[in-house]
Each structure stands twice: as structure tokens, then as C-alpha cells.
């Protein structure tokens, strides 16, 4: 699994990835891109299975894990694509993805995880995610549980601005990479800002 998280609020979406790819031959890949801002106001980040995260993207990624160009997609459309596909890959059970559609839907930000788990199918599902008022904000993770935690006590030390989010990101990752095998140190981040 990789490590996706995200921070959605009145004033922003930032997404936020590290970037080890593990092959199937063993191998590591670093600097692997999970993370696309694929219009103005939709991003997605990928955590599990790349092949698996492909299929569930495929609308929005080419083969080699590059986006695809001039997408014109609003959120709902992203999510309604992504959630189709998603359907398609819970039936026929054997796939693996944690990962996250999130944006501007015209009024404010919202997100939805994608979860399929081969080994535990019974706990797949799509969530839903969106601040309930003005000023709440709302934390995402696409991976370990710690990590979760680690990027709350980030955001207690550095703040819950879009650059204590990313300074809290880099902490979690710094520690992760003690317990979790599947993650590195290099950070991706993409941000959407309220239009004026």
C-alpha cells in the first residue's frame, strides 16, 4: 500500500503523496507520480495496487501513469466515471485500492475514498467526505492508521495552513518510513484554492 492524504476545507483541497512504486519483480521505483491534479478543480491520488489504481483511473491516466490531457470533467462527473469503475472492480474481487477523488464542485470542497481490499472484502466502500461547516475542516488518509495520527500532531505543531499541511506531510513521512515498507520520503503535493 501506498500513502495518500488529503485536507479538504472552505478555502482549499491539497493533496498530498510520497512516491515509491513497488514492482512486482521486487524492484523500487522512486519519484513514481500517484498524485494528478486533472483539471482545475479535480485532483485523485492513488495508494495500492498500480495496476489496479489504473483500471480505476483509466478515464484520466494513460498506461504510464501520465494524465491525460484536456480533461474537462467536473467533480460529479469524476466521481460518478471513478465510481462505476469502482463497481466493476468490487465484483470481481481480486483488487487492492485505497485512493481519493477530490476538488471544487462549484460551491465547495468535497472528496470521496475508493477502498477495495481482496483479503477483506466485506469492508470495501466508497466514503464520502465533506466539511460540515464553514470553518471545519476535514483529513483524509489513504493508508496506515499512524500515519493518520502522525499528520494530526504534525498539524497541531505546524498549523492547519496549506504549508503546516505540507511541513506536517514531510513529518509523517519521516516517521513512516521506520514501520511502513511501502512508502519513501519524497513528497508530492497538488493544491485546488477557492476561486474568487
Excluded at 503523496?17 to 523500487?28: A, F, H, I, M, T
Excluded at 489504473?54 to 467536473?74: A, G, I, M, P, W
Excluded at 463497481?87 to 460551491?107: A, H, I, K, P, Y
Amino acid at each position: 500500500m501506498s500513502l495518500v492524504q488529503a485536507v479538504i476545507c472552505d478555502q482549499f483541497a491539497l493533496v498530498c503523496g510520497e512516491q515509491r512504486l513497488n514492482l512486482n519483480n521486487g524492484g523500487v521505483l522512486h519519484n513514481f507520480r500517484k498524485i494528478f491534479k486533472v483539471n482545475k478543480d479535480v485532483i485523485i491520488g492513488l495508494s495500492g495496487a498500480m495496476d489496479d489504481n489504473y483500471y480505476l483511473f483509466q478515464d484520466y491516466l494513460n498506461v504510464d501513469f501520465t494524465l491525460k490531457e484536456d480533461c474537462r470533467d467536473s467533480l460529479e462527473e469524476v466521481f460518478d466515471k471513478v465510481s462505476e469503475r469502482y463497481r466493476e472492480m468490487t465484483e470481481q474481487g481480486e483488487c487492492d485500492v485505497f485512493s481519493l477523488v477530490c476538488g471544487w464542485n462549484g460551491f465547495g470542497f468535497e472528496a470521496k475514498t475508493f477502498y477495495v481490499n481482496s483479503a477483506f472484502g466485506e469492508s470495501s466502500r466508497i466514503t464520502a467526505v465533506r466539511p460540515e461547516h464553514e470553518k471545519d475542516a476535514k483529513v483524509i488518509s489513504c493508508g496506515d492508521n499512524r500515519h493518520y495520527d502522525n499528520l494530526l500532531a504534525g498539524v497541531y505543531r505546524y498549523g492547519a495552513d496549506i504549508y503546516g499541511f505540507q511541513r506536517a506531510f514531510r513529518d509523517v513521512l519521516a516517521q513512516g518510513v521506520m514501520f511502513d515498507e511501502f512508502i519513501d520520503k519524497n513528497a508530492q503535493f497538488e493544491l485546488i484554492r477557492r476561486p474568487e
